[in-house]
């Protein structure tokens, strides 16, 4: 399940204390809050929400929730990105402040889980880092596997493949990650992936199919294309509860651009169903669900959507607002 609404939207305001590369592309950053408060707490899998110049960006933690000092985050140049990794990775330095929200947790791990299954791909490696460390500081099994181009490219390769712990599994330079070798038959175990598209994509597509539930299956994606309108998206309406107002989202828009046109603000960051930060709850009405955010459960719940890139099968959806 996905965390309930998490109370740190508010901004805290915070100082760059390190930045340096961490590998080819990519940067590690350290940040303490600038009244020097302690740190807000978090979990493994939570992520900061950066606001940049770019706009709102948010990227997970690679440090455990032992951490009471600074947060850590390693973040990839996006070279055709839209701006916001570039102003992390060469316009910070060290002594810049900047506002962020967060910790969110949408990606937390399992309290139950016997030894999680992590499995990293790239720069994927972030929220697996702190999952890896948490399960470590309560001196519980996990398992992580962390696959990547080269290892030039791959942050904390160094630290992770010189362990020899048998709990770490590196793949670089040519050697391969076997995904029907990594994931095995379905147990009490808990699955947990994060990198580029295609990985999620085959892991998910192997887990299924050797038997994992999808409650057992977690995946948290860095980024995806706005979805494309599809052909046969027609206009509906959307009613505000609290004030009875019917909005019209028309074919070619979003219902958070109808919502906004009318003066209603909506908390967007990725705009591609990918972070749930715009989420709002649904009371009538069946949503088309468009999102990469919510599992197929909480989808067919049909109690909440992400009105970014998510519409409607119905003529209205009346909105909790
Ligand atoms: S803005 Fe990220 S899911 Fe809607």
Known sequence: MNAPPEPFTSAVRLRVVRHEPAAQGVTLIELEPDDGQPLRPFRAGAHLALELNAGVRQYSLCNGPAETVRYRLAVRLEADGRGGSREVCEDLQAGSTLNASGPFNHFPLEEDDPCPLLI???IGITPLLAMAREREAQGRAFEL???GRSQAGMAFHEELSGRGDGQVFCYADG???DLEQVIP???ARHLYVCGPARLIDAVLAVARGKGWSDAQVHFERFGAEAPAALDGDGAFEVQ??????VIAVGAEESVADALQRHGLYINLSCGSGVCGSCRLGVLDGDVDHRDYFFSPQEQAANDQFTPCCSRARSARLVLDL
Do not use: D, F, Q
Request: glycine share 16%.
């Open 185 to 187: 038959s379905p147990s």
């Open 120 to 122: 990293a791909g790239g």
């Open 175 to 177: 050697v391969r990650m």
């Open 145 to 147: 596997h962390y696959s």
């Open 240 to 245: 505000i509860k609290s004030s009875g107002e």
